[in-house]
């Protein structure tokens, strides 16, 4: 059996862009994947993110939003920031810990109906799973 690979999604607020890329990561990477996500100022989870990844079958329902600091001293093979807040503000790692930074919008921040806001999460959403396929496919075995 192989190793799995650590990883820590992180976004400011741990509530749409890392918590929907944790499901993904975990829902298609498989066994290859220890994966988990946080923020640096944590806040809930957003009602669209979960409705976003339901769609397609991945129920993040269950996941809570975590501070960075949950997982201070903790090794991870690779720390992926999704917006440029977390990357400027993403504590130290040790130096074998490798740093990937995808620069997203973030869709909470979209105004207007519930149709337009939900657009935009699941724009993100495939934008996220095609990220991280790319990654898992060059990341994924030790």
């Not at 944590?42 to 976003?52: K, T």
């Not at 995808?102 to 699941?122: H, K, T």
Request: hydrophobic share 40%; proline share 4%; charged share 25%.
């Amino acid at each position: 059996m192989t190793a799995m690979r650590r990883v820590l999604i992180l976004c400011t607020g741990n509530s749409a862009r890392s918590q929907m890329a944790e499901g993904l990561l975990r829902h298609d990477g498989g066994a290859s994947f220890e994966v988990a996500s946080a923020g640096t100022r944590p806040s809930f989870v957003r009602p669209e993110a979960i409705a976003a990844t339901g769609e397609i079958g991945i129920d993040i329902s269950g996941q809570r939003s975590k501070s960075v600091d949950e997982f201070a001293g903790q090794a991870f093979d690779y720390v992926i920031t999704v917006c440029d807040n977390a990357r400027e503000s993403c504590p130290i790692f040790p130096a074998t810990t490798k740093r990937i930074h995808w620069s997203l919008d973030d869709p909470a921040a979209v105004q207007g109906s519930e149709d337009e806001r939900l657009a935009a999460f699941r724009r993100i959403r495939d934008q996220l799973r095609k990220n991280l396929q790319h990654f898992a496919q060059m990341h994924g075995k030790p």
